[in-house]
């Protein structure tokens, strides 16, 4: 990765050591991001409610931290994500974000799932198409899974079409039930 979290936080301050400590380094980010202060944005210039290349760059370090990596993403961590894509009115990271939170929810949905999930590095990383992994879980991802990813999107300012995109694909796969709701899911007229 190339940008490097900024020097003058302590990287162990940050450092998770279980997913729950993982999630909760994530809710630091998301501060950041909503007061534009904190220890994320330390030593540069950054803006409430923006969310930039750095930003990113903390919540790869986070979610990948080598306590973390072999385990699937939790819950919360992914919540902590949908919170940061909420927060953000402003953004230049080039869509790195989006394609972060994506994958991230579908490591969490095909483990919760039951499925087999690669490391984190791997399934996050930037280089790495979500297609190489996810497409086929999605014929067994459980529907309590997309009506829970389902229920995260609804009503939100911000429309994550990568992340839209990983539903529909599910949706194609696996539910044909909740397909006759997309309309209302994703807030789009038919």
């Not at 997913?19 to 202060?37: C, N, P, Q, W, Y």
Request: aromatic share 4%.
């Amino acid at each position: 990765m190339s940008a490097a979290a900024p020097k003058s936080v302590e990287p162990s301050s940050l450092e998770p050591s279980c997913r729950d400590t993982a999630a909760h380094a994530l809710s630091v980010v998301r501060d950041g991001v909503i007061t534009g202060e904190g220890p994320t944005t330390k030593g540069r210039v950054h803006f409430s409610r923006s969310l930039d290349a750095d930003d990113i760059a903390w919540c790869t370090r986070i979610l990948t931290a080598t306590a973390v990596n072999d385990q699937p993403v939790s819950r919360a961590e992914a919540e902590i994500l949908f919170e940061i894509n909420e927060a953000a009115t402003e953004r230049t990271d080039g869509g790195r974000f989006d394609d972060l939170l994506a994958k991230a929810v579908a490591h969490h949905a095909a483990s919760a799932s039951g499925l087999k999930v690669p490391p984190r590095s791997v399934a996050l990383a930037a280089d790495t198409d979500i297609e190489s992994w996810a497409p086929s879980y999605a014929s067994k991802v459980n529907s309590e899974m997309l009506e829970w990813i389902a229920g995260q999107m609804r009503g939100k300012r911000h429309n994550n079409r990568r992340l839209m995109a990983m539903v529909a694909t599910f949706l194609g796969a696996t539910a044909l039930p909740l397909a006759g709701q997309l309309p209302n899911v994703f807030d789009i007229g038919m």
